[in-house]
């Protein structure tokens, strides 16, 4: 137990149940991330290629042909984005699940639905087996990332909101990395090397499995179902002190305001909710539209489209992989600091640079079917290294954490639905579309990307407001009828917040 932190008249201390809560239910990320960063490993490794794609392993042959082009190929993508199509649909369902059972259940159901899927990607057959295993794995990236950082941000202290939710993007950072090793081991192990990539996702599954047992519920959770007593004795648990009673009554005013609401999605769509859900829409819109995944997914692709070797390629993405998690430690660090705005902008600055560098250099120096020289290759692993950087102590934990702390408690679950399906969305569109896209707009696609983190900067600047150190449920007090934009929405808004306690926490 550490010593007794107070904010405000919020009493707690870190405890190690409480730090065993967010690890394990962090490895949520974990899965996420693994499924994010295997996909691009195997879809470059020919056993895999030769085995569901032949038609792509011919025109990899002929790759002299147009280097932009070699992996263009519909069913290719659809391997990588079924999964986010089926975590799409599935966010609402969790959703449902997460206010009606908690969120709790909701994390045991997504790691159900990883093991299910892990295993019958390793055990594939055909290309319908493997396309069902993506989508079985998307429907758990459903459950797991609605319930996920909702749950991070329910059990964290107020001071430490940021830092515990962005444990999610750590986690997803890692399994990415993960993801990239084991693809550079497996694929020199023939022609199996790609089942064992796939399988040992099973094992972020396991530990999420295991995590989700023995995980508790949120208090806010348990209040909103009318179990007022174990949350109270739930969060004296997690905040290791006795005193709890501001806090708590805090919640069960939020939670107050969520039992009158009949239906969370009608609610969604009235004016006071659309600053948070404009907000959180569209922080994942711009979060995809940094063109990371074209990165994440497709970085081995990419590296060879730019003359690597098979093994070099992969070995970047391994390079790329650890820049994405030790970057993503700064913004732990930072974002209960430094605050959440400045850091989206300092971001934007360095992504511009990057990726307008990255596609000034393509489009001079690779036409076609030629090769990058060795130097300018490596300088494009460097350029790749900054974005990844920056977008990892900004966009990526951010674009988790903003949603899940900006709606009030009403319509909390329903509209970090909506921003966990928007993201999902864009994500499937990018992996949808990256391979087509790089095939016909060449270099111009980072020119696209670049132009898109202009509009995100100004985004940022006018519209975002800044939600460090706010208590969770007293964000339309203290933020959005403070906005000069969005307090014009806020007419309609009869929730209660918590007044008493919402101008004390500085
Ligand atoms: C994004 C993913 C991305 C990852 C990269 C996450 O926040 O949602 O789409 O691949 O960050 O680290």
Same mark, same amino acid.
């Given at each position: 137990m550490t010593k007794i932190e107070k904010v405000g008249s919020f009493e707690s201390k870190i405890t190690v149940y409480v730090v065993v809560c967010w690890v394990l239910a962090a490895c949520g990320g974990l899965m996420f991330g693994y499924d994010i960063g295997i996909s691009g490993g195997v879809t470059a490794m020919d056993d895999f290629l030769i085995k569901f794609f032949p038609a792509v392993y011919q025109r990899k042959l002929r790759a002299k042909e147009d280097n932009y082009c070699k992996y263009d190929n519909q069913y290719l993508q659809l391997f990588t984005s079924s999964l986010y199509l089926a975590a799409l649909i599935s966010s609402f369902a969790a959703s449902k699940m997460c206010s009606k059972l908690g969120r709790k259940p909701t994390i045991f159901v997504a790691s159900a639905f990883f093991l299910c899927g892990s295993l019958l990607s390793a055990a594939a057959q055909r290309i319908w087996m493997i396309i069902l295993a993506r989508v079985l794995l998307g429907v758990g990236v459903g459950f797991g990332n609605e319930a996920v950082p909702l749950f991070l941000s329910e059990i964290a202290p107020v001071q430490h909101r940021g830092a515990v939710n962005i444990l999610f993007q750590l986690f997803?950072?890692?399994?990415?990395?993960?993801?990239?090793?084991?693809?550079? %081991?497996?694929?020199? +192990?023939?022609?199996?090397?790609?089942?064992?990539?796939?399988?040992?996702?099973?094992?972020?599954?396991?530990?999420?499995?295991?995590?989700?047992?023995? +995980?508790?519920?949120?208090?806010?959770? #348990?209040?909103?179902?009318?179990?007022?007593?174990?949350?109270?004795?739930?969060?004296?648990?997690?905040?290791?002190?006795?005193?709890?009673?501001?806090?708590?009554?805090?919640?069960?005013?939020?939670?107050?305001?969520?039992?009158?609401?009949?239906?969370?999605?009608?609610?969604?769509?009235?004016?006071?909710?659309?600053?948070?859900?404009?907000?959180?829409?569209?922080?994942?819109?711009?979060?995809?539209?940094?063109?990371?995944?074209?990165?994440?997914?497709?970085?081995?692709?990419?590296?060879?489209?730019?003359?690597?070797?098979?093994?070099?390629?992969? #070995?970047?993405?391994?390079?790329?992989?650890?820049?994405?998690?030790?970057?993503?430690?700064?913004?732990?660090?930072?974002?209960?600091?430094?605050?959440?705005?400045?850091?989206?902008?300092?971001?934007?600055?360095?992504?511009?640079?990057?990726?307008?560098?990255?596609?000034?250099?393509?489009?001079?120096?690779?036409? %076609?079917?030629?090769?990058?020289?060795?130097?300018?290759?490596?300088?494009?692993?460097?350029?790749?290294?900054?974005?990844?950087?920056?977008?990892?102590?900004?966009?990526?934990?951010?674009?988790?954490?903003?949603?899940?702390?900006?709606?009030?408690?009403?319509?909390?679950?329903?509209?970090?639905?909506?921003?966990?399906?928007?993201?999902?969305?864009f994500t499937f569109i990018i992996a949808q579309a990256f391979l087509s896209m790089m095939c016909h707009m060449r270099a111009f696609i980072f020119f696209f990307f670049a132009a898109w983190i202009v509009a995100m900067g100004l985004f940022v600047l006018f519209l975002l407001p800044e939600t460090k150190n706010v208590p969770i449920d007293a964000m339309v007090e203290r933020v959005w009828k403070q906005h000069p934009v969005w307090k014009r929405f806020m007419d309609d808004y009869d929730g209660k917040e918590d007044v008493k306690n919402v101008g004390m926490i500085i």
């Open positions: 997803i950072t890692i399994g990415i990395l993960f993801a990239n090793l084991v693809n550079y %081991g497996a694929s020199k +192990i023939h022609p199996w090397g790609w089942r064992l990539s796939l399988g040992l996702a099973s094992l972020p599954a396991a530990f999420l499995f295991v995590g989700s047992v023995v +995980i508790i519920e949120t208090p806010a959770s #348990l209040v909103e179902r009318n179990q007022e007593s174990q949350g109270l004795s739930t969060l004296k648990k997690i905040r290791g002190v006795e005193d709890v009673d501001a806090e708590f009554e805090h919640i069960k005013m939020a939670c107050e305001a969520a039992r009158e609401v009949k239906d969370p999605f009608k609610t969604l769509m009235k004016r006071s909710s659309m600053p948070p859900l404009i907000i959180g829409v569209m922080m994942q819109v711009f979060q995809q539209f940094t063109g990371i995944n074209a990165i994440m997914f497709y970085a081995p692709v990419l590296f060879q489209t730019v003359g690597f070797k098979n093994d070099a390629s992969l #070995l970047s993405s391994v390079i790329t992989g650890l820049v994405n998690v030790f970057s993503t430690l700064v913004s732990i660090y930072g974002v209960d600091r430094v605050g959440r705005r400045k850091l989206l902008l300092q971001a934007c600055v360095q992504m511009f640079i990057s990726q307008t560098a990255i596609g000034a250099i393509l489009l001079v120096h690779l036409k %076609g079917s030629n090769s990058l020289d060795e130097g300018l290759a490596g300088l494009v692993v460097v350029l790749v290294c900054l974005f990844v950087m920056s977008f990892a102590w900004s966009w990526g934990p951010l674009g988790w954490l903003i949603p899940s702390e900006t709606f009030p408690l009403e319509i909390r679950t329903s509209g970090f639905a909506c921003a966990v399906s928007s993201n999902m969305l």
